[in-house]
């Protein structure tokens, strides 16, 4: 009896022992979602998470110019996101407005999303002091749900000066150059669902042998021609 006891006591004695190293494995896995949170913001984003806000896509980096839309993202600068990001990265840019020139260069493939918010209303605002808003030299760029204006010094809303690049939802407006420059060096432009009005230039400009795809797209009251076409490439589309 006395053994049978002992033997009853010692099984209670590791079951509380197996018990205490489950909840030590329970902080550990919090402590990954901390890590993360601490990584990206993606801790807070709100109650439906961070593939919820942008369109359910999930960022790999968040950017939030004052930390008061996203406490816990890790960028105030779109640019230094965009230099920290790894291959086929996706940066979460929260509601704000960026006085920042943005840069795409060489062997870079991102993608670039602001909040998904009901219509085309676009709650991310990049508003270069100088240059173009958005330039690309290279790479595979994706830009969605972004207003870029008021690019100063001539600068454009976007110049591909090379790689690929794919505008979806974005008005690209009060700009003292071009809407839109696609350079000869542009491997290939696709815009859809944009608005672009009310820039110095043209609205859409294109040099010899650029392919550029252009749909569901308004473009409006630009002081020069709404949309400029030199020689585009075969296979292009309006």
Do not use: K, W
Request: glycine fraction near 18%.
């Amino acid at each position: 009896s006395e053994a049978e006891s002992e033997s009853e006591a010692e099984a209670e004695s590791e079951s509380e022992s197996d018990g205490g190293d489950g909840g030590d494995g329970g902080d550990a896995g919090g402590g990954g979602g901390d890590a993360l949170g601490d990584a990206t913001g993606a801790a807070d984003l709100g109650p439906d998470g961070p593939c919820a806000t942008f369109g359910g896509e999930c960022p790999d980096l968040v950017v939030d110019d004052d930390g008061a839309d996203c406490p816990g993202a890790a960028f105030s600068s779109i640019q230094d996101a965009i230099d920290e990001a790894g291959a086929d990265a996706v940066i979460g840019v929260c509601a704000g407005t960026y006085a920042e020139a943005l840069a795409v260069g060489v062997g870079t493939t991102v993608a670039l999303l602001g909040p998904d918010v009901d219509g085309d209303a676009y709650a991310v605002e990049v508003v270069p002091a100088g240059g173009n808003a958005l330039t690309t030299g290279g790479g595979v760029t994706r830009l969605e749900r972004m207003t870029l204006r008021n690019a100063s010094g001539f600068g454009d809303g976007v110049r591909c000066n090379g790689g690929e690049v794919t505008l979806r939802r974005v008005r690209i407006t009060g700009n003292t150059g071009q809407g839109i420059d696609v350079q000869s060096t542009c491997g290939s432009l696709t815009v859809e669902r944009a608005l672009i009005e009310s820039n110095a230039s043209d609205g859409i400009r294109t040099e010899d042998g650029a392919t550029i795809h252009v749909s569901n797209t308004c473009v409006l009251n630009n002081a020069d021609d709404g949309v400029s076409l030199a020689l585009v490439a075969a296979g292009s589309t309006f």
